[in-house]
């Protein structure tokens, strides 16, 4: 079927956090949440499980697995098993969750910053050092520092590496060949990988490589985050996947994440096994809509201003704004963009090291939403 990626639907007063969190006139273009209707085989779904009008505990039955791991091959060629496939309640507990199995209080976690925030933060949460190996600014797109990622992997300290490809906040989607070198550097200084995919859907330019698929031997050492939220708007149902091959670590992880006795919601499975199993075709349909979402953003910066700028980026929904020619502190830049142009926007320095001066902009919304947010940004830089 077709869908109308155009359409307006209001989200003020559902309890929506990207919504209700700012005054009516701030136009949301934050948090990683997109303003699509979800397809309608997940709403029919979740509506004949509520019919039943019943919500007691529920049981694996491997429907849920096997969703995961049938869109794991059929999207990504990676042919997992579904008994690989654990539930987690959201891809952010599951970072938790790894950070507490794979390595030690007072020991180090890397990862390629900027970076999607819990990364930093649930280290710290749970008494681990964030090793933020920065992505060097080529100002046409990032690229790793091999060099300072090798030295931080290389420390006795550092047993795991939190990956996240595709890359938010930037949108690199990494190569084939930059996988295979970091995966070299795991392999070399016994450092366990998560993968965060959670991205995997959303890619304009190449391939999304998924890590396990490089070789037996990354595989064995790797443990992939996934989650049907962000390509289906399901971020409420909290039904997330931790994939790998390895039993140890699906062992490590699953005593880890019993000690907080979560439990599935029926809800949530009943909707991604309806997106995993019968909504490829919204997936193939939403791409080009983002890119070309994508497209009028990067177009619109380069035209109404010098002083912001932003390439193209390969994959995510996620707008990675250079704001530093405007040179305002970063408390500025966000008040600029909150009072002045009334839209709310990330702030780049939650993002860790290389994220002073920046700026996150989503355009999953319908394209009206996304040109009004533009004209708003336009407008208070012309007043400037
Ligand atoms: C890279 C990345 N990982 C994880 C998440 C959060 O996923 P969840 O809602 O499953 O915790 C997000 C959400 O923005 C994200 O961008």
Redesign the pocket.
């Known amino acids: 079927m077709r869908y109308d990626f155009d359409e307006i639907i209001e989200r003020r007063g559902t309890r929506s956090e990207k919504w209700d969190t700012y005054p009516a006139d701030v136009l949301p273009m934050w948090?990683?949440d997109g303003d699509f209707k979800s397809p309608e085989p997940v709403t029919q779904a979740i509506i004949g499980a509520v019919h039943r009008g019943l919500f007691g505990y529920t049981i694996a039955d491997g429907a849920f697995e096997r969703a995961y791991a049938h869109w794991a091959a059929s999207r990504y060629g990676w042919e997992a098993d579904p008994d690989w496939v654990l539930w987690a309640p959201?891809?952010?507990?599951s970072?938790a969750t790894c950070i507490r199995a794979f390595s030690k209080p007072g020991g180090r976690v890397a990862m390629l910053s900027p970076i999607?925030p819990?990364f930093i933060n649930l280290c710290y949460l749970n008494g681990r050092l964030p090793e933020q190996s920065a992505l060097r600014d080529r100002g046409h797109g990032y690229a790793i520092d091999f060099a300072d990622l090798e030295a931080r992997l290389a420390h006795p300290d550092t047993k795991l590496l939190l990956l996240?490809n595709p890359h938010?906040p930037t949108g690199r989607v990494l190569s084939r060949r930059e996988l295979e070198r970091i995966g070299e550097l795991c392999l070399r200084y016994n450092v366990i990988i998560f993968s965060?995919e959670?991205?995997a859907d959303i890619v304009f330019k190449g391939k999304h490589v998924c890590f396990p698929t490089l070789s037996p031997e990354l595989a064995s050492i790797t443990m992939v985050?996934m989650?049907a939220?962000?390509t289906f708007n399901l971020?409420d149902l909290r039904s997330?996947a931790i994939i790998a091959s390895n039993p140890r670590l699906r062992q490590s992880f699953v005593s880890e994440i019993a000690r907080c006795n979560v439990g599935r919601c029926s809800l949530g499975i009943a909707g991604v096994i309806a997106a995993y199993t019968r909504c490829a075709d919204y997936a193939d349909q939403l791409v080009p809509y983002l890119e070309a979402n994508m497209r009028l953003a990067v177009d619109s910066f380069s035209s109404a201003t010098t002083h912001i700028s932003a390439s193209m980026p390969e994959g995510t929904f996620?707008l990675w704004l250079n704001c530093k020619k405007m040179e305002m502190t970063q408390a500025e830049l966000v008040n600029f963009f909150l009072a002045k142009a009334k839209v709310a926007l990330n702030s780049g320095a939650s993002f860790g090291k290389g994220g002073e001066g920046f700026m996150r902009l989503n355009v999953a919304c319908p394209r009206a939403t996304l040109r009004d947010g533009l004209r708003r940004i336009a407008k208070a830089l012309a007043e400037r």
């Not at 959201?90 to 507990?93: E, K, Q």
Request: net charge neutral; charged share 10%.
């Open positions: 948090v990683a959201s891809l952010g507990a970072l999607y819990p996240c938010n965060d959670i991205h985050g989650n939220s962000k971020a997330a996620l």
